[in-house]
């Protein structure tokens, strides 16, 4: 949405598109007061208190004496077997297609200098024992694999797609630099806002493009002074990209960073646009979800975006006083969206795929690295939860952002429509990862 866009992932997770994450992890943004990413330009650098990681899906047998490590500035890669992967047998690979093609088509471009037919490459010196991290490194490493996924096309079959990974790729379990294998998983999406051209007794929320005199007023007005300064009013005015109807669908697409816009014409036709992070105040971002706790709304545990859009819903008198804790507050650009199937652009610069892209650290992960993924399904807080139920799957690493930092961590692209903003705002899962790297 990883971008790019902040989380504020989320969804590249604020590109033209997500944040290079996309990105913020929405978990984080609207709990612990991180503020996730944009595609197009990358997500703020807005530092965070980390999330607490919950307890381990399983712990590893401890490092062989003799065990293959290649190591990252964030960890380590520890060789591993295809039998370590969890649910490795159950997964429907041709799911995760798309985005592996996607992100090979990226790394041949890379690899040879725009020229996409597989020539000129030349060889990228990667020091033994470590993980080239490089752009030309990671495109050298996957010239001949991605080639090899060009040449299969769009529609292999399930069977021809698991005998090309298990031959032509290694899974390497990724730890910290300390050997924890366990981690975080947060989530981000696309909104998807329904909203009005023109100011209406329903839509009275502005979504704004940047000000005229953003650059030479550092920082700009506080959300709050926004709210109620004319002077700040002024310079907002004729800057309307769109009309919300609800200010709380404001601030979620100020955290994400970016999103789509769903437009009803009198005569009933439908239509879509994107809206991509532009700017912001340069005001500090301040989590309303913390504030929320700290005012005895609810517990830390049972924090989400869910129960702040709840509180919000049951206290319409002081959601003004609750937006208002956040100073930040982001500007947009419209762009077309030829095609709404198509996501949001990511840090590494394609589109994602829900359920089937991450956003990870760029420093334990490369980009366009495929990623076996081991979780459980996001819930409802419950004081007597049922029990979890795995999310095991074949993911690619595309995205990025402000708020996931450190080896065993990634942020879950759910994509856009309906159930993604519930299932995002309460992904904060244990993890574990195995990065699949070409032998």
């Keep these: 949405m990883s971008s790019s866009s902040f989380r504020s992932r989320s969804v590249g997770l604020c590109r033209a598109t997500l944040r290079p994450r996309s990105g913020l992890s929405l978990a984080a943004a609207l709990i612990l007061g991180t503020l996730a990413g944009c595609g197009t330009p990358p997500r703020p650098t807005d530092s965070a208190p980390p999330l607490e990681i919950p307890p381990s899906v399983q712990t590893p047998p401890p490092l062989a004496s003799d065990a293959e490590v290649r190591t990252t500035p964030r960890g380590r890669w520890v060789k591993a077997e295809w039998r370590d992967l969890p649910g490795w047998d159950q997964d429907t690979l041709t799911l995760a297609w798309p985005a592996l093609t996607k992100s090979c088509d990226k790394a041949l471009t890379a690899a040879n200098g725009g020229n996409t037919s597989g020539r000129g490459l030349a060889a990228a010196a990667v020091a033994t024992g470590t993980v080239g991290l490089s752009p030309f490194a990671v495109a050298s490493a996957w010239n001949a694999t991605c080639r090899e996924v060009r040449r299969m096309g769009p529609t292999p079959t399930e069977a021809q797609v698991r005998q090309l990974l298990q031959q032509?790729?290694?899974?390497?379990?990724?730890?910290?630099?300390?050997?924890?294998?366990d981690g975080l998983l947060t989530g981000y999406f696309e909104p998807l806002l329904?909203?009005?051209?023109?100011?209406?007794?329903?839509?009275?929320?502005?979504?704004?493009?940047?000000?005229?005199?953003?650059?030479?007023?550092?920082?700009?007005y506080t959300r709050g002074e926004i709210d109620s300064l004319p002077a700040a009013q002024a310079a907002l005015k004729g800057r309307e990209i769109a009309w919300l109807a609800d200010p709380m669908d404001l601030l979620l697409v100020q955290i994400q960073g970016s999103g789509r816009?769903?437009?009803?014409?009198?005569?009933?036709?439908?239509?879509?646009?994107?809206?991509?992070?532009?700017?912001?105040?340069?005001?500090?971002?301040?989590?309303?979800?913390?504030?929320?706790?700290?005012?005895?709304?609810f517990t830390l545990e049972q924090a989400s975006w869910p129960a702040i859009r709840q509180w919000a819903r049951q206290n319409p008198q002081r959601v003004k006083e609750m937006l208002a804790v956040n100073t930040r507050y982001v500007f947009f650009r419209e762009e077309p969206l030829p095609d709404p199937s198509v996501g949001a652009v990511g840090a590494q610069g394609v589109p994602l795929t829900p359920g089937r892209s991450i956003a990870v650290d760029k420093d334990s992960i490369p980009y366009g690295t495929p990623v076996w993924l081991a979780s459980t399904e996001p819930q409802p807080w419950s004081a007597t939860p049922p029990a979890p139920r795995p999310l095991q799957r074949l993911v690619v690493a595309q995205d990025t952002g402000s708020a996931i930092i450190g080896a065993v961590r990634a942020d879950y692209f759910w994509g856009w429509g309906d159930g993604a903003e519930d299932r995002a705002g309460r992904t904060k899962q244990p993890l574990r990862l195995w990065a699949l790297w070409p032998k």
């Design 168 to 181: 032509r790729l290694q899974p390497w379990r990724i730890e910290s630099a300390e050997g924890r294998t």
């Design 194 to 220: 329904e909203a009005s051209r023109t100011r209406t007794a329903r839509h009275t929320v502005p979504l704004h493009a940047v000000p005229a005199d953003l650059a030479s007023r550092k920082p700009w």
């Design 261 to 297: 816009l769903a437009f009803t014409a009198p005569d009933g036709q439908r239509s879509i646009t994107r809206l991509a992070f532009a700017g912001h105040n340069d005001q500090p971002y301040q989590s309303v979800g913390r504030w929320l706790v700290e005012q005895g709304a």
